[in-house]
């Protein structure tokens, strides 16, 4: 169950009491559930936790940061040592096995 906008540990608390299915928290960013640690959330019960916009959020900023880059130096050089080379992008791939 996916319950919204949660403020507090206790109120997750109360509402995993009530119900007899999994609980999942929905910790996006700049929303009204604080960012509760898995550690937190695992000490209540909670089944799983939801990330749904960090990466995207991060990924962002980073583009953003890099266009900004380019449109002042007028090369993507100054960025190149913040980005994932393609070595980098292959190893970590071939350490994911498919099922």
């Known amino acids: ?24 928290a929905n910790l996006t960013e ?30 962002n900023l980073a583009a953003l940061k890099a266009l900004q880059d380019i449109r002042q130096s007028g090369s993507q050089q100054n960025s190149v040592q913040h980005m994932q080379t393609r070595e980098e992008l292959y190893q970590f791939l071939k350490t994911r096995e498919m099922s």
Do not use: C
């Open 1 to 24: 169950l996916f319950p919204e906008a949660l403020d507090s540990l206790e109120a997750f608390q109360k509402f995993k009491d009530a119900v007899d299915v999994p609980v999942l």
């Open 30 to 59: 700049f929303g009204k559930t604080p960012m509760f640690s898995t550690k937190e959330l695992s000490a209540i019960n909670i089944d799983m936790a939801l990330y749904p916009l960090s990466v995207t959020r991060a990924m």
